[in-house]
């Protein structure tokens, strides 16, 4: 049996790391090979490389998983892969994906940074069957989780991949063994986004004529260290927080109630945003 592990990042790496030692120590006929991201040049960075898993270990690695030549028996798991996969040229193998929502919701792009400024409070992982349609695929298992206030997009990417292996650890056995139980999702219920959804370009924070807690949901959904910070007087933001002190007198939107050299507090239409920013 061949199993193919599509993907980058933490949780693509603590899957493989695992499958290694349970087909070492369980003896089984599994050959553990791995289709790379575009953007893994098998080079260590922020996001830890999948390819550069594989090369240390002799692994083959393969540039689509629809040219790797796989059969019925095989199997393709897909964990954070940048590439749309053609199921109809899989040979057969069975092919499963760990999202990154609590599907049907948030199907596609953006899903570290759009719950958060959609203000929710909830969200999850999913793993389903690999389908044609985008994160469509009838549902193995699901977890859901809080989103603290305090959690950044960047801090929801670390979370997904936290929850995610959670989730796949608990249902490897299974998929090797193709004992697999799924239930079709609810397309009535589905939302599907795409990157255009957000435009980072437009990262400035201008705009105070909101709720505190929107400012703030707005400035979280774009706090992502290794690409990207929201900015406010040409600053960078690290950290935000919505207030609310009814003893202060209201303030028009926009105002600034108080500053130090890496805060301020500033008025909105309801409530007070506190804005923190990377030390100069």
């Known amino acids: 049996m061949r199993v193919l592990i599509a993907g980058r990042g933490w949780m693509a790496v603590r ?51 629809e040219q790797a030549s796989l059969g019925p028996g095989d199997l393709l798991i897909s964990l954070q892969h940048d590439r749309i996969v053609d199921c109809t040229r899989l040979g057969g193998a069975s092919a499963y ?33 690999l389908v044609a349609a985008v994160d469509s695929g009838p549902v193995i298992a699901q977890r859901a989780f809080e989103i603290p206030p305090f959690c950044a997009a960047y801090d929801l990417y670390r979370l997904y991949h936290a929850y995610g292996f959670e989730l796949l650890k608990e249902h490897l056995e299974a998929l090797l063994s193709g004992d697999v139980a799924a239930v079709p999702q609810d397309d009535a219920a589905a939302t599907t986004f795409f990157r255009s959804a957000i435009d980072f370009a437009d990262a400035d924070l ?17 706090i992502f260290p290794p690409s990207q910070y ?48 990377l030390p100069a």
């Open 97 to 129: 994906n760990l999202h990154f929502a609590y599907l049907p919701h948030y199907r596609g792009s953006l899903t570290s940074a759009l719950p958060i400024r959609h203000g929710e409070t909830q969200v999850g992982v999913t793993l389903h069957v």
């Open 15 to 65: 899957t493989a790391r695992l499958l290694a030692g349970l087909v070492a120590a369980s003896d089984l006929d599994v050959r553990l090979e791995v289709v790379r991201n575009r953007n893994d040049t098998g080079e260590q960075s922020w996001l830890p490389s999948l390819v550069a898993f594989a090369v240390a270990r002799d692994w083959p690695i393969h540039e689509r998983a």
């Open 230 to 277: 929201p900015t406010f007087r040409a600053r960078k933001i690290e950290g935000c927080y919505a207030l609310n002190w009814s003893s202060m007198k209201p303030e028009p939107p926009g105002t600034v109630i108080h500053e130090e050299p890496d805060l301020v507090i500033v008025a909105c239409r309801e409530g007070l945003v506190g804005v923190e920013f």
């Open 206 to 222: 201008r705009d105070f004529d909101r709720t505190a807690t929107e400012v703030r949901d707005w400035l979280r959904s774009l």
